[in-house]
């Protein structure tokens, strides 16, 4: 992990002797890729993430699925941006780490400084009084790899990393994507078990029998285990990025999971006053929007955010958000089938398709906004002690009062208070002060008023008027 265009990418190539650097758009890593290394007997999973920082939820999700991170700093350019958000990510992680300190081959690099950038930030490395181990290497000439590679087995060693290869697969999908001659395919980290084709896979509600199983560098495989970065091609739908994922021996233990699933959201949709799901055509568009929406949602009302994800609107997809008594599925740059769309009309849900993302944006917090009852507020002005109480009449009740508080306005609104306990609510209909009608009465003045309220008003009750207003 690193600022942008500090050679992680070019460091993980001198480690695996590839060149996926000079095959990346724009020489910047844009998806979050994972690669498997054999050194000194031992295997290790690299993944290699995104500097840019409009890549930070892939960063995120690296960071969550890792054992270790590797923070990369160029030494000649220092702490940047990224390099602080990187370190967020990997304390929120909880995990151990190590810096390598790249382009040491540089003439303007400095490792002073670039251990003193550390500090500033909260990162303590050794020799510098604290125990984060600093690698200087570089990328371009190789120097220090090994120590690298070597201080990075050493932390596993000290971490007690364990897995279990007897168990069926479980891991993380990493990435996703349609390919055209296969169907839906997937990236996947297996953190435990072992997988063997036969099986069948598992991810949010889509599944594939595992026929077609590749290394990560897309060599055929009959088997993988803990910590392997694997490809499957064949899934029901296009899995969602970020989603666990685990191994089944049969396609009717899948179903019944899926089963399971689906009554599990039923139930969450039916207790859901509003429900929201996402549909995009890339992990990016999703990840996006998912995030400004998110902003929007009230914290005092039921919303339910439903797992959406990369794809065009199915049936399934509005089975599992039919329950909520306001539905939303926001389409961007994706179709919605037509099924799904008869179905969405029977079930009263409502799909918005965009091609614009502030356009959808808006239209998902004007049907939040819509939909959230409006919190009104109370601002006091003033109360009236009730002296005497008249009879009724078609009009109103009559009542006299002293205010003992503020002042009585004849616009106001009052609770009726008795002996510290509000029994109703009320409204004045008109104010008289020495049988003159008055706007208002002000502090310590007496005067009679003409009131409605649902519960009768008797002398000693407070009357504490106020205003409402929408907060």
């Known amino acids: 992990m690193g600022h942008v265009d500090h050679g992680k990418t070019t460091l993980l190539d001198y480690i695996r002797k590839t060149k996926v650097a000079s095959r990346e758009a724009g020489g910047i890593t844009q998806r979050l890729s994972a690669y498997e290394i054999e050194w000194k007997g031992k295997k290790i999973t690299f993944l290699d993430t995104p500097g840019h920082e409009t890549f930070s939820a892939m960063r995120s999700r690296g960071a969550r699925v890792a054992d270790i991170a590797v923070l990369v700093v160029a030494a000649d350019d220092g702490v940047k941006p990224q390099t602080k958000e990187s370190i967020g990510t990997i304390t929120n992680a909880k995990i151990p780490f190590l810096v390598a300190a790249n382009k040491i081959d540089k003439s303007t690099a400095d490792i002073d400084r670039t251990k003193s950038g550390l500090a500033e930030v909260g990162v303590q490395v050794e020799g510098w009084g604290g125990q984060v181990p600093f690698i200087p290497v570089s990328a371009k000439e190789g120097t220090g790899v090994d120590d690298l590679l070597e201080t990075i087995l050493l932390l596993a060693e000290i971490a007690e990393l364990r897995a279990d290869p007897s168990q069926p697969a479980s891991g993380v999908v990493i990435e996703s994507h349609m390919d055209s001659r296969r169907g839906p395919s997937a990236t996947l980290l297996i953190t435990d078990g072992t997988l063997t084709k036969g099986d069948f896979v598992l991810a949010d509600n889509v599944f594939a029998p595992v026929r077609i199983l590749e290394a990560f560098d897309g060599s055929p495989i009959d088997t993988a285990g803990p910590s392997s970065p694997i490809i499957i091609a ?58 400004e929406i998110q902003k929007s949602l009230p914290q005092d009302f039921a919303v339910t955010f439903f797992q959406g994800g990369v794809g065009e609107i199915s049936e399934n997809d509005v089975k599992a958000i039919s329950g909520a008594r306001h539905a939303f599925i926001l389409g961007f740059s994706v179709k919605a089938k037509q099924q799904a769309r008869d179905l969405a009309e029977r079930f009263n849900v409502e799909i918005g398709l965009f091609n614009i993302i502030y356009e959808a944006i808006s239209w998902a917090h004007t049907n939040i906004k819509e939909l959230v009852p409006k919190k009104i507020m109370k601002d006091p002005v003033g109360k009236l002690l009730v002296l005497k109480t008249f009879s009724s009449t078609t ?64 002398e000693r009750d407070v009357l504490e008027f106020f205003y409402e207003r929408e907060a």
Request: net charge positive; glycine share 12%.
């Open 234 to 291: 064949g899934f029901s739908d296009i899995p969602p990025i970020g989603a666990p994922f685990h191994a089944y021996a049969s396609k009717e233990e899948v179903q019944k999971n899926i089963l399971t699933r689906e009554a599990v959201l039923q139930k969450q949709a039916t207790a859901s006053e509003i429900g929201i799901m996402i549909k995009a055509d890339t992990a990016g568009s999703y990840e996006a929007l998912a995030a």
């Open 395 to 458: 009009a109103g009740k009559l009542v006299g009062g002293r205010v003992r508080e503020g002042k009585i306005p004849a616009d106001a609104l009052f609770d009726i208070v008795r002996q510290g306990t509000h029994v109703a609510r009320g409204s004045v209909i008109s104010l008289q002060r020495n049988k003159t009608k008055v706007t208002e009465l002000k502090g310590g003045e007496e005067g009679g008023l003409l009131v409605q309220s649902p519960r009768g008003i008797e």
